[in-house]
C-alpha cells in the first residue's frame, strides 16, 4: 500500500468557503498517549515506532473499538525535534531487528511511515485508507476530520510522534559544518535560533502596544500549573515543579526577548486519537466529540521573517475561517487551546480569534486577569507545550477530553464546555480544529 | 563575526557573484516588477509564470527590527555570544528584507529605525557577505 500525503483540496485554505459540509458529523471518540520521556534511550520498546503503537493502542482501546473495525489511518511521517540520525553513525541493529522493518533502517526510529506502522500492527487487519498529514497534529487532524466526512475511511487512527536524540538542539549537521550551500546561506548564516522569529514578531509587539516581556509571567504559569495536572505530560511525569515568576523572569535567554522556558522542551512522545463518523461514534466507550469546522492558513511571508502586520492580517483571517466553518462567533467559545510552542506567538492566535472579545494589543493585560480553569476566561487549560512538553499534540487531546468532561483536575469549571478551538502551530500557517460537545 | 563560509549554488550564484563584486543584488520578476528575498525558481507572485532576474540595489536600508542571540545552533558563531541580530528593510523596497550582526553596534543597543548601508565581509571560505553598518548622523 502506497501511503499519498494529503492534497492540497482537504484543507480549508479560504475565506468564503461557508459552513463545513460535514459539519457535526464527524467525531473524536479514543485518546492515547504513550509515557513521555525527555530523550530515546536506545532500547527497542522505547523507540519512536514503539511508543507509537503504544500510543495507538491505547487510543483503540479508550474508544472501545476492534481493532478489525479500523479502516483508516493518518500519520504525521516527520517526527525529528530538531535531532536527526547523524550521518555515519551506525545503525541500531538491535532495534531494526526487533520490528518488521520497511526498507528504511531509521522508519520507526527517526521517521514513521503508516507501512512501517500497519507492518507492526498484525491487529489492523482492515485498513483500507491511509494518508500523511505533513508537518504535526494539527494538520493530520484536518485531513482526518476531512477523510471521514468524505467516506474515505470510517474509522480512522490519527497519530503524531515525536522522538529525541543525545546533544543540543539543531547543533548538529550544517549548523556545525564549515560552509552552507548558497541557497541556506542566505537565511542561516546569521544563526538565529528557532526562536528568533518569533521572538522579533513579539519586540515589535511590545513595541507598538507599549508591553513587555515581563507580562508573559502570568501565562507561562498558568500554563504550567496545568500542565502539572496533565497526567500524560512531561513535566507532570518527570519534572512536577511549578514555574513562578520569579523563575520563568530570571531564566538565561535564548533570543531576547525569548528566554529558555519561552522554547518549548524537545521531548519523546506519541499522542494518537480515533475518529469516526457521528453516526458510528454513538456506539463507542466514550462520548464523542464533534467536529463542527477545520480551518487552515498557508499565507507566506513576503520576505524573510513575518511582520506584525503579516501576523495580525493572517491570525485575524485564520479567526474568521474558523467561524464561518463552524456557524459560531466568538462568543460560543467556551475555552481556547491555541498552539503556544513558542510561548510568545500565544497571544496573536488569541487576538486573531478575538477570545473573550480582546482586540490586537490586550492579551496581554488580559493575562493579568483570572485566565485559570476555575476562572469564566480559561486561556490554554492543556497548558500546552510550556505545561507538557513540545508535541503540538496536548492542545487538541484537551479539548477532546474536556468535552467529554474527563479531564480530570484540569477540568474547566468556570465555564460549562461546549465548544473548544485548537491548532497551530504558526500564526502564518497552520490548522485548526473547532470542537464540540453537540453535533448541532 | 566569522560566519560560515559559503558555497554558490544554481540558484543563487548571481547573489553571491554580486556580493564578491560588493554590489548587492536581489532577484525582480520582470512580469510584476516585485523583488522577492530570499530568491526562488519561480515568482511567488506571477503564479510561477513571471520571468525572474537579478536587480541591483541602492545598498541603504533601515534597521526594522533585531533580538539578541545568546544561545546559537551554529557552531562558529557560538564564540561571539551574544550578539545581535537585526532585520534590516531595504530602501528600494522595505517590504524586502535582509539579517545583519550591525557589526560595530554593541550588543543590545541597537538603534531601531536607524539608517543603514551594506558592506560587503568575508566569510570563512572567503565568500564576501552582505552586512550593514549604521550611517552616522
Redesign the interface.
Known sequence: MTTPTAPDAMYRNDEGLGVWEHRGKVAAVGVGHAPTSRRWDGRPETCVGAITIDALRKAIDDAGVAPDQIDGLVVVPVTTTGAFWEAGKPLPMDVIQSFNQTDDPLDGIAKLSAEWLLKNMPELTNVKFTMYGPGCMSNALNVTAQAVGDGLTHTCLVVKSWHNFEGRYYQGGANAGDALPGTPAITQLWGGPASYSTALQFAEYCRKYGKSHDMMAAFMENSRRNGLRFPEGYWAQHRPEELGPEDYLASRWIAKPANLFDNDIPIMMSGAYLFSTAERAADMKQKPVYILNHASSNTRPRSLLPTLDEVEADTARTGRKIYEGAGITADDLSFENMYDGFSLFHQFHLEGLGYRGIKFGEALDFYQTDISIEGPNPVSPSGGNVGSGRSRVWMHTDCIQQLQGRAGARQVTGVKPQVGVSGGPMPLGGNYTVWSASPD | MA???????E???P??DAANEQRLVIQNCVDCDRL????SNTC?DCDEGGELEWKQVSGRGTI??????????????QEDQ??N?A?IMLDDDP???????LPGVPV?EVP?GAAVEVIFEP???GQL?PEWRVIAD
Open positions: 560566519k560560515q563560509g559559503v558555497d554558490p549554488d540558484l543563487t550564484q547573489f553571491w522577492q528575498h530570499p530568491p511567488r526594522y527590527n533585531y533580538g539578541v542571540v545568546h544561545d546559537c545552533p551554529v557552531r562558529l558563531l551574544p550578539f541580530l532585520v517590504g524586502i528584507q535582509m539579517y545583519s550582526h543590545d531601531v566569510s570563512a571560505n557577505v
